[in-house]
Each structure stands twice: as C-alpha cells, then as structure tokens.
C-alpha cells in the first residue's frame, strides 16, 4: 500500500498557475504507475494525467493536452502536477493516485483547486 498526502491547491485566477505536489511512502515509489485525478462538483472522478515508473513516458486528457505537466522525483517520492493557462472548467479537487498493474490502487485525500475569473 502507498500513503499519498497532495499539496498545493488554492485559488487561482483563470489564465494563471498552480503546482500540485504528491508526497508518497510506503510501497516502493519508483516502482509505482502514478496518476492525476480531478472530480468537480457534481461530476464523476475523471483522469487528467499519469507517468510510468521512470517518468520517461506521460498520459494526458486532451482537456489539459499542452497546458499542464506531469512529473516525478523518485528520489524524493513525490509527484507533481503543473498547471499552466488555468480554466474556469479546471476548477476541482484533484487527487494523486499510484497504480498496481492496471488498476488504480491507492488514493490521497485531494486538494482543492479553484480557477475563478
């Protein structure tokens, strides 16, 4: 099991940025899958991002495609999520999350984001 606690979020004005940290322990992190979930209000939990275990590849959802930056330090064990050119639409909780296999297995509490115009 991987304990993940994110930090960051806050309130943002639209067209600004944020960076997302995820601090991990437990399972060996460099051997973990990790992602970047969001869920808005009233809306199901969706992916926006994810790195494989050397960070040598990235996923992203085509809402955030050339705006935000997915990245990793395996020496520190964190995950960080920057987000560049904030939308009002970005506005969530997002939520860090490490993978076994093909399933997503271990979730932080999240942290707030609100892009406001």
């Known amino acids: 099991q991987v304990q993940l606690v994110e930090s960051g979020g806050g309130l943002v004005q639209a067209g600004g940025s944020l960076r997302l940290s995820c601090a991990a322990s437990g399972r060996a992190f460099s051997n973990s899958f990790m992602g970047w979930f969001r869920q808005a209000p009233g809306k199901e939990r969706a992916f926006v991002a994810s790195i494989s275990t050397s960070g040598g590849s990235t996923y992203y959802a085509d809402s955030v495609k050339g705006r935000f930056t997915i990245s990793r330090d395996n020496a520190k064990n964190t995950v960080s999520l920057q987000m560049n050119g904030l939308k009002l639409e970005d506005t969530a909780t997002y939520y860090c999350?490490?993978?076994?296999?093909?399933?997503?297995?271990?979730w932080g509490q999240g942290t707030p984001v609100t892009v406001s115009s």
């Open positions: 999350a490490s993978r076994v296999g093909s399933k997503w297995t271990d």
